[in-house]
């Protein structure tokens, strides 16, 4: 069967016909889509589960692989972080059946908070590497990467990037080979990473190195195709792609689909019959620098950018200085940056903060980053996934000695929370502190697009599961009930007094603010729980005075045409946030 | 390269620029090309500014559409011809849906919504302007916006006598064919 596929449905597919068994993610983009195959189409196969950060699921991989069953976690490139500690250590330990970690990057930034270039994690843990470069070896490199994992007793590393992951090409599909469970035997010195079991482990990981390197120099997945002896290059990745049209049919390439350990001498071997080497890579030299530590001379990073995304523009304009001509006009378009949603249940406790003086909003990772965005302009940092608890007790206890006017409030979302955020809470708990932590539940995992979370009620593979009782939770670690305020965030004067009442205690308080995502598809729960009729706001252009208030909260369903505010029927939801803040009573909400 | 045709769907996230490609597509491996094609997820479809890109031909190396390459850009609103302008040949087709969705900066009142856009694009090179958003709607679905310009799409490349009705019956939700059938008949009679 031929079809075409995104990088990460072959990722799955492959996985499917490794004979995977477990596999286990945190959504991230570009890697989400991943898991939602394989449960969506092969769930009587693999058993899959969302866990509730990037840690656990590569730790309940390891479990699923030492147990003897293939396995799988997938994360995007700075879920890999979160994961790192398992990942090192698993790397000495190896493992009993398979085990593959996805890492997918994201080069050009179009969905994170950072471009790291993952590969050196392969590097560093001293782990095999594969790179396909197109939704075909997604899924044909997921097998071989299953048989090296159980060839040298290791964790193997598959690293994609968002072009491999979101761009579809054909993928011609094979057959699921059964993987025979490995049956598990105790093996303390094996599994047991004590230091007394750590050092003879630590050179097993150099005896295997030299096994890896073999392979890399042997293996078709590194192999040369010899045209024109004029110019070589290596590639790796879609960055192989890029070169491949730029450089065309006159090149001779060196196409890597095994980038760790590097292939030196077959790479020596190219650079001699080639007279001038690129080596064409997206993101940091990670191949240039070790091809020039083995004496190679080649042409790398002082000509292809070693930031944002590559494409074959970059590429050409780097290797021969031309661009091609294109349409061009002298009228610009504004800008349009991703916004909150029209009805999105952020907006209205934004709007709140947004009002406050002299209150430092530590921010997170999700949808609701956006409300940093104008008009709100409600939080001051993002950093990473769990960090607005965490640096917002840091930013309150400075505060204490040095401002004590300002005040900090942390914004996290629900799955987020769980995440990460939950130690954080527990850190303002116990070290006595007075920020305010807001959770921010919508009731699903927004910003990659809807993933069940451990608070939602339901399971990646669709069955009910307890929800996490958030009030409970924050009790437990040391809140108070009185400190703890719940919120419908689309009714404004229900955000200010919470915010009024946290704002002035003395001890930390958490505001949980609860209404379902606006795109979410309503869950049983969902609908018995919240009115999600339909309604719509209208505005009274008797009443109206055109003053922009409403405007002020930023949402994308008011506009004014001609200097007269509408409502864009098509995206209003009714949330009612826009009726609340107009001083002239002049919106008014049908469907109620 | 001559041989690869670029294809470029630019809009604002949820506009189904996605599933326009997913049927164009779909009908362009059918018939027997070679076939990449690119999406925007994540962070960047909550409002911002998206593209879809489709790459076809004998074989197609890169999943991405380079600068001046495109063939046709089937502009899903007005604005965001502009934006991605850069990416089209200098003798390359337009097909502008001519409706706008003011961004956040123009809705506050920072920056004005681009006056002149179609007189300036026309005079450059073959532009095709209509209201797909006032079709889809007469045709009872405001949704349809993107089988309509699909449609569009589809007679400015030149690719009419191919299945249609096959290949989007087979990419649409069970009930609405029919529909987006004639959404898809009607962006062709529009241009």
Known sequence: MKLLMTGNEAAARGAYEAGVVFASAYPGTPSTEILETLAGQHRDKIYSEWAPNEKVAVEAAIGAAIAGGRALACMKHVGVNVAADPLMTFGYTGTTAGFVLVSADDPGMHSSQNEQDNRYYAKFAKIPMLEPSNSQEAKDFMPIAYELSEKWNTPVFFRMTTRVCHSKSIVEWGERTEAEHIKYVKDIKRYVATPAHAKPMREKVEERMKLMTEFANNTDLNKPEYNGREIGVISAGVAYQYAREVFGEEASYLKLGFTHPMPIETIRAFAEKVD???????????????????????????????????????????????ENPSLKSDIKAADRPPTLCAGCPHRGFFYSLSRRKNVMVTGDIGCYTLGNAEPLFAIDTTICMGASISSGHGASKVFERSEPEMKVVSVIGDSTFFHSGVTSLMDIAYNGGSSVAVILDNRITGMTGHQQNPGSGYTLMGDPAPEVDIPALCMAMGIKKENIHIVNPNILAENDAALDAALAAKEPSVIITKWPCVLKKPSREDRERFDLSKKQCKVDPEACVNCGTCIGTGCPALFARDGKVEIDSGSCTGCGVCQQVCPFGAIEKAGE | MADIKNILLVGV???????????????????????????????????????????????????????????????????????????????????????????????????????????????????????????????????????????????????????????????????????????????????
């Open chain 2, 13 to 191: 996230g949820g506009q189904g620029t996605i599933l326009a490609s997913k049927i164009l597509s779909t009908a362009l491996v059918s018939a027997g090309y070679d076939v990449k094609m690119s999406e925007v997820h994540g962070m960047a479809q909550r409002g911002g500014s998206v593209t879809t890109q489709i790459r076809y031909g004998e074989k197609v190396y890169s999943p991405i559409i380079g600068r001046g390459e495109a063939d046709v850009m089937v502009c899903f609103e007005k604005m965001e011809a502009l934006r991605w302008l850069d990416f089209v040949k200098p003798d390359g087709k337009l097909v502008i849906n001519d409706y706008e969705i003011p961004s956040a900066p123009i809705l506050v009142g920072k920056e004005p919504y681009p006056e002149g856009i179609i007189e300036d694009l026309s005079a450059k090179t073959e532009v095709s302007v209509f209201k797909a958003a006032d079709i889809a709607r007469e045709l009872g679905n405001p949704k349809t916006m993107n089988i309509v310009l699909l449609g569009a799409l589809v007679k400015a490349m030149g690719i009419e006598d191919m299945d249609w009705d096959n290949f989007i019956s087979m990419n649409v939700k069970k009930g609405f064919e029919e529909l987006n059938i004639k959404a898809f008949r009607a962006g062709m009679a529009a241009i």
């Open chain 1, 276 to 322: 001038k080497l690129y080596v064409v890579e997206e993101l940091e030299p990670y191949m240039e620098e070790q091809i020039r530590a083995a004496g190679i001379d080649c042409i790398g990073k002082s000509v292809i950018p070693n930031m944002g995304e590559l494409d074959t523009d970059r590429v050409r304009l780097g290797v021969y200085g031309k």
